[in-house]
């Protein structure tokens, strides 16, 4: 088993469409579970989309938690209030990028690598060049 990944936008299409390539790049060997949107489907979050992506990605090798903004970080630490304390402790919220740092986490977490270990492969979107270097 590997470490889960959350994909937590305030767009079901963003956060299905990080969700289609990370899986594509871990070869669909990682559960990723996606809570875009609010429940009517407006642009938003909900805690209630988070809370059941949270226990869809849950294992006992963790859980890594990526976002698109601020906002849903809030809604995030709300979720996870809701959760048990055990399951708690095996999730970390990530600071990454979010299509960059899904991608790496995924490859990393195919891998059969650690939480940590997938939480620091994800930091390291903030590296990622992008476009053409002067």
């Known amino acids: ?57 849950s294992n006992p090798e963790g859980t890594l938690v ?21 399951e708690r402790e095996r999730v970390i919220i990530s600071t990454a990028p979010l299509v960059e740092g899904a991608v790496l986490a995924a490859v990393e977490a195919s891998a059969g690598s650690t939480l940590a270990e997938v939480a620091e492969a994800a930091n390291n979107g903030h590296e990622m060049p992008k476009g053409q270097q002067a």
């Open 1 to 57: 088993m590997s470490v889960g990944i959350v994909i937590v936008s305030h767009s079901a299409r963003l956060a299905e469409g990080v969700a289609e390539l990370a899986e594509q790049m871990s070869m669909g060997e990682v559960t990723i579970a996606v809570a875009g949107g609010t429940d009517d489907g407006s642009i938003g979050t909900s805690i209630d989309k988070v809370i059941a992506a949270l226990q869809k990605a």
């Open 66 to 86: 990526l976002l698109d903004l601020g906002s849903a970080v809030m809604v995030t630490e709300m979720a996870l209030e809701q959760l048990d304390p055990i």
